[in-house]
């Protein structure tokens, strides 16, 4: 099972990460938003623990020799639903995605967001709990009577719960300075409000090679108006107060006539 988790929240960028550390907390992995797309971007949803346990990883399905040794194609038909227990494999670097219990680095109101481990690894603190917010659906008949407890790519609308921390996955809006390449911050937060739009994340892709293909064509959902263009307003929000200071600073000095210092 291949997805790519992109955040419809405050702007359309997709979860990220990359082989660079962060300089504090727990040193970890970094985990960002970042707007445009390479396989950086790329993850593999398992199941939890106890999956893993069983030696049930997810893996690339063109790949001939598969992490659990190819011998348990069924798992790759499991559907993903509202309230299972998830494991996020960030498949360039193989580490998983976690919180930790130590303050984000720009927001320090909420939990640091990293990757760590590998597939050989069994950590409790690696696992996420799928919860639905929406689905848009298909208008056409063939796709309507869809369960409403499946995870689709694009038209289903989740948040991601950190099943051990009890913090939501979230953008903020900020930018990480230098160090984080000046991408977007991720964070775990407390969220009571389930409407909370930082929180809410879809899949824009999903590749599983494994699975028929439906004999028609999908017809993705119209697009709702009031919905972009309240999103459209977020991205706008977050690419202002993502500005990094050398851009205002410049801003600043051709409207003073350039003699800012």
């Known amino acids: 099972m291949t997805y790519n988790p992109a955040q419809i929240s405050l702007s359309p960028n997709l979860i990220h990460s990359h082989p660079h550390n962060y300089p504090q907390g727990s040193q970890e992995q970094q985990v960002t938003t970042y707007g445009f797309k390479d396989d950086n971007n790329e993850f593999l949803f398992e199941f939890g623990v106890d999956a893993g346990l069983r030696n049930q990883h997810a893996t690339l399905e063109n790949e001939n020799s598969t992490r659990n040794g190819g011998n348990d194609d069924d798992y790759y038909h499991v559907i993903i639903h509202d309230g299972d227990t998830v494991r996020i494999n960030h498949k360039n670097t193989g580490s998983y995605l976690r919180a930790n219990a130590v303050g984000a680095p720009i927001t320090s109101s909420s939990y640091e967001v990293s990757c ?12 996420w709990v799928i919860e639905i917010q929406s689905q848009d659906q298909s208008p056409d008949p063939m796709f309507q009577d869809e369960d409403p407890s499946e995870i689709h790519s694009v038209s289903t609308s989740f948040r991601l719960k950190h099943k051990q921390l009890g913090c939501y996955l979230a953008t903020t809006g900020k930018s990480y300075p230098a160090w984080g390449y000046q991408q977007g911050e991720v964070v775990c937060k407390y969220s009571v409000f389930s409407r909370d739009k930082n929180t809410w994340w879809n899949i824009e892709k999903h590749v599983n090679d494994k699975l028929p293909l439906p004999a028609t064509e999908y017809v993705p959902p ?3 108006f009031w919905k972009e263009f309240i999103l459209l307003n977020y991205a706008m929000m977050a690419s202002n107060n993502a500005l990094i200071p050398i851009q205002i600073d410049l801003i600043n000095s051709v409207s003073n006539g350039g003699n800012g210092q």
């Open 222 to 224: 119209k697009p709702k």
């Open 116 to 127: 760590f481990g590998d597939v050989e690894s069994n950590d409790w603190a690696d696992e």
